[in-house]
């Protein structure tokens, strides 16, 4: 395979919302260069991006999919993410990794929920954009439009490149507005591209957006600003260089026009893309940490060798595969790096580019590049490999936090073992996923975007590794606390068949504040208690607070002191001791006036205004208050707080009222009193559950 230089090389994530057409856009990228030698369909489950069995089934992307092609001799890197809202977290690896963003919008539908999220993401790492107009073909599409939105919504800096000169059912013409030429393609999908000099009214519409253009580029630069102010206008030159530059610095988002699945403007887009989008050295520096120093670093294929593992997958047959981005020097077979995280060296035995399932070994590749190795043993998502003696590490990738969680159980208790592996493999191969096993509840606890993405999971869980959990509703964590200062006396004793029992503890226990925990503390005097009985005393409390006194919930915030007893010198002895303890905090703990306490979490909703009055009134009915209301670009964002025990399956309720709209994020917050009949509820349900 050719080895492509650093300058050789375009990192592009095509990102959006759900049905913008992301994966016909990288299968006709993919037919037109070459790539491929048919025009892979979704509908008919042969798209290089979408080979999963689930994606083929569902006909819908459900994660990221890497491929590559070459165009105007250079490599373009492609990552086909999914838009679906409960998959769309994952397009936050790629705004971390790739080195232009292409957002796809519906001709159509215009601007989604799911175009503002990627926007957000690509605005918080920095990532150069371009906007692409898909389904032009289409008879109520309207690229003009949709430009008014993107620039109501992000910014005037968005310019058209590339604009639609019949849309509609007829759609086959592009014109370039740079180049000042129209091309028309063939309508039988190969893409084959023809151009001729435009006349007419077309030929002034496009010299305006021209001049639109070089007014816009010049305002980025201060030198091209007075050249404009002198000249009134930009050499082509210079226009291409400030337009360069003004992309990396997010100064301008090009706007291009296409048809993908009809691979209508494919080949002038791929020519915008390799013309104007940055090669990987071209980009700002990328963040890191250089000998415990934040530092910027430069795409260098001459610096020391460091790679940023930014995904992992496990393929069958294969093993698992770690993602990764050359952030300087060049990764070659046989050579031996080190991850400081893990503390252990790394063989990299073989390079491999990655085309959908494909992998194709190469001896090298260069800064910048994309690649994969096999089988790494302490390495993985968002780990650096260095050369050793290379102290430099690239920083986690932040994500946004789960909104689900569910409690799994094997339906088999063989497969537990079996069942942790692979929750665990899937968690690898998928930061947005999550599990735990949370003592408390006593349940394993999986958490996601959505009930969609969860029960994708399970399906790949029982595809991959042959085990089936049942999904059940998750028991709350409630703790449970007192109100006021309370006394408990114990006597255990025990004389029938054997050696005798004896232990009679006498404990103060009093509220704590709020995070406190438990403390446990001695204040006895005297010889009536021997003192290598205290231990046995706060392993008895201590044991008490772990099960629960008024509803089998721990025990929080209280202070328990040991200040008196008596004890026998013969039958007294640790487990006496440990019982008495356990008994006595009991005793105390319900003549104390005990309460429950709920998880309060904060969330914040996103959601278009005409929505606000139905997300308002749901949130007062799920106990929760609204801490702040304001504007979050073309929508509203509401911040509150609710109780835990409100928000199941939260997600599905929003997105049923919002017509699919509203998003939400969640974060514990605090614990806080339960309102008495809550309480009750709970206490009722939970001594039902024990008889």
Not at 523 to 536: A, E, K
């Amino acid at each position: 395979m050719k080895e492509y230089k650093t300058n050789e090389i375009r990192n592009i994530v095509l990102l959006g919302h759900a049905n913008t057409g992301k994966t016909s856009l990288v299968e006709a990228i993919l037919y037109y260069t070459g790539a491929t030698t048919k025009l892979g369909r979704i509908a008919e489950g042969n798209t290089k991006s979408d080979y999963h069995s689930d994606e083929k089934n569902k006909q819908h992307s459900l994660s990221s999919t890497l491929l590559y092609c070459e165009h105007n001799k250079n490599k373009i890197n492609m990552i086909d993410t999914a838009g679906y809202l409960d998959f769309i977290s994952e397009s936050k690896t790629f705004t971390r990794v790739a080195d232009m963003g292409l957002i796809a919008i519906n001709g159509e539908t215009g601007l989604e929920v799911g175009t503002d999220l990627v926007f957000k993401f690509a605005k918080q790492d920095n990532l150069p954009l371009s906007f692409v107009v898909n389904f032009l073909d289409k008879d109520d599409a309207n690229f003009d439009n949709v430009l008014t939105d993107i620039r109501e919504a992000y910014g005037k800096n968005a310019i058209p490149f590339l604009i639609p000169i019949n849309s509609g059912i007829n759609f086959n013409s592009v014109a370039d507005i740079i180049n000042q030429k129209i091309y028309t393609f063939s309508t039988d999908g190969k893409g084959k591209m023809s151009s001729e000099e435009p006349t007419g009214d077309i030929k002034d519409k496009i010299e305006g957006l021209r001049e639109e253009l070089i007014e816009a580029v010049a305002e980025t630069d201060e030198a091209l600003l007075e050249k404009f102010f002198d000249e009134g206008t930009l050499s082509d030159e210079e226009l291409i260089s400030g337009i360069k530059k003004a992309i990396v610095t997010r100064d301008i988002f090009p706007v291009y026009a296409v048809s993908a699945y009809n691979n209508i403007g494919t080949g002038a887009l791929l020519n915008c893309l390799t013309n104007y989008s940055p090669s990987p050295e071209q980009c700002l520096p990328a963040k890191a940490i250089k000998d415990g120093k934040e530092v910027e670093l430069k795409i260098d294929d001459n610096a020391q060798t460091s790679l940023f593992i930014f995904k992992t997958s496990a393929e069958a047959h294969v093993g698992e595969l770690s993602i990764y981005k050359v952030m300087s020097g060049k990764a070659s077979s046989g050579t031996d790096l080190y991850n400081a995280k893990s503390g252990k060296t790394e063989r990299i035995a073989q390079v491999f580019c990655i085309n959908g399932r494909d992998k194709i070994e190469i001896a090298h590749l260069h800064a910048g590049d994309i690649g994969c190795v096999v089988k790494l043993k302490s390495t993985h998502t968002a780990d650096t490999l260095a050369e050793k003696g290379y102290d430099i590490v690239f920083p986690q990738i932040v994500y946004p936090l789960p909104v689900i969680r569910e409690a799994v159980e094997p339906k088999s208790r063989a497969d537990e073992d079996k069942i942790k592996d692979g929750l665990q493999t899937l968690a690898d191969e998928d930061p947005t996923f999550h599990f735990e096993y949370n003592p408390e509840i006593k349940q394993t606890i999986i958490f996601g975007m959505g009930d969609l993405h969860l029960k994708i999971l399970l399906e790949r869980l029982k595809e991959k590794f042959n085990v089936e959990v049942n999904i059940i509703k998750p028991r709350i964590p409630y703790k449970e606390t007192i109100k006021k200062r309370a006394i408990g006396k114990y006597r255990h004793k025990k004389q029938s068949g054997g050696a005798g029992q004896f232990g009679e503890v006498w404990l103060k226990i009093a509220p704590a504040e709020k995070g406190h925990g438990i403390e446990f503390k001695n204040s006895l005097v005297g010889q009536n208690i021997d003192r290598v009985f205290v231990p046995s005393v706060e392993k008895g409390v201590l044991s008490a607070c772990e099960e629960g006194v008024l509803a089998g919930y721990t025990v929080t915030d209280v202070i328990a002191e040991f200040y008196d007893g008596k004890m026998h010198p013969v039958d007294s002895k640790d487990i006496a001791f440990q019982i008495a303890g356990k008994g006595a905090f009991k005793k105390a703990f319900l003549e104390a006036t005990p309460i429950l306490l709920e998880p309060i979490y904060d969330i914040e909703i996103i959601v278009p205004e005409e929505y606000m009055g139905d997300v308002m009134g749901d949130i007062s009915t799920r106990r929760g208050k609204v801490t702040g209301m304001g504007s979050e670009g073309r929508n509203q964002k509401v911040a509150a707080q609710v109780p835990l025990g409100e928000l199941y399956h939260y997600g599905t309720a929003l997105r049923s009222m919002t017509q699919g709209k509203g998003l939400f994020s969640q974060q514990f917050s605090h614990y806080d009193t339960m309102p008495r009949d809550t309480q009750e509820k709970i206490i009722a349900e939970s001594n039902k559950e024990e008889e």
